[in-house]
Structures are given as structure tokens and as C-alpha cells.
């Protein structure tokens, strides 16, 4: 998938978390559990769409590394299980 297309999913995953999120403020108690679980899940796609663009620059800057291993960015990693629940919204 080129760059230009990564950013109009990754705009439209952000749409989504505001969204959610504003939803997630007006809802009631019953409902903010649900909320939070979409909340949290459509967090993770943006973060996964914004490696995924940054892994795609780093391919244009660097297209070939002539042999020598390039060490990739740090947002590239995947994020950590107990530091996800940090993008999720606590109550």
C-alpha cells in the first residue's frame, strides 16, 4: 500500500477515535465499557497505520542499505501489552 493511501485509513481510523471518544463522554455507565473496548481497539489500529507509514518513509529515505544493516525507527516496534492500556481511556 503506498503513503498516500496508509494516511486516508489512518485519517479515517482517527475520525473513528474521536468519535469514540466523544461518545464515551456522553454515554452512560452502561454503555462505557463497550466504548472503551472500541476506544482502545481503534487506538491500536492508528498506532499500527502510523508504523506502518513510518516503515514505508524509512523504505523511500533508505530503498536499499548496500549490505549494512539499517536499525529501524523506534516507532516501528510493536508497543508493549502493559503500555497499550495507557492509550486507552481510564475512568
Do not use: W
Not at 28 to 40: A, F, G, N, V
Not at 53 to 68: C, D, M, V
Request: net charge positive; glycine share 2%.
Amino acid at each position: 500500500m503506498v503513503i498516500k493511501a496508509l494516511a486516508v485509513e489512518l485519517y479515517r481510523a482517527q475520525q473513528k477515535v474521536h468519535k469514540l471518544q466523544d461518545q464515551f463522554k456522553k454515554a452512560p455507565l452502561t454503555e462505557k465499557e463497550r466504548l472503551r473496548q472500541e476506544l482502545c481497539t481503534a487506538n491500536a489500529e492508528c498506532e499500527q497505520l502510523r508504523r506502518l507509514i513510518e516503515a514505508k518513509k524509512q523504505k523511500l529515505i533508505f530503498p536499499h542499505s548496500g549490505g549494512h544493516s539499517v536499525k529501524p525507527h523506534f516507532s516501528s516496534f510493536p508497543i508493549p501489552p502493559h503500555m497499550r492500556r495507557e492509550i486507552c481511556i481510564q475512568s
